[in-house]
C-alpha cells in the first residue's frame, strides 16, 4: 500500500474519492482484525498508510465541501 498524493486525490471526482476511502476503511478494519487476533500484524507500515489515505481523502473532501462558501464575496468589505 502506497501513500496516496494529495495532487493525485484532487484529481478525483467525489465518487472516486468515497470509493477509495470506503476500501481503505474496509482494509484497515481487516489489519486491525488481524492484529487484535494474533497480535503483531504482518505489515504494521500498511496499517499507517491506510490511515494516512484516509485522513487525505476526507480533507479532500472537506476542502471541496468548503470552497463555494469560502469564494463567496464579504457582505462587510
Do not use: Y
Not at 3 to 16: F, G, I, Q
Amino acid at each position: 500500500m502506497t501513500l496516496l498524493r494529495m495532487k493525485d486525490l484532487r484529481a478525483l471526482t467525489d465518487d472516486e474519492l468515497r470509493r477509495r476511502i470506503s476500501e481503505a476503511e474496509g482494509d484497515l478494519l481487516r489489519e486491525r482484525g488481524i492484529a487484535a487476533m494474533g497480535g503483531a500484524p504482518p505489515s504494521p507500515g500498511k496499517m499507517r498508510a491506510l490511515r494516512t489515505n484516509v485522513a487525505r481523502a476526507l480533507t479532500v473532501l472537506q476542502e471541496r465541501h468548503l470552497a463555494p462558501t469560502s469564494a463567496e464575496p464579504n457582505a462587510s468589505a
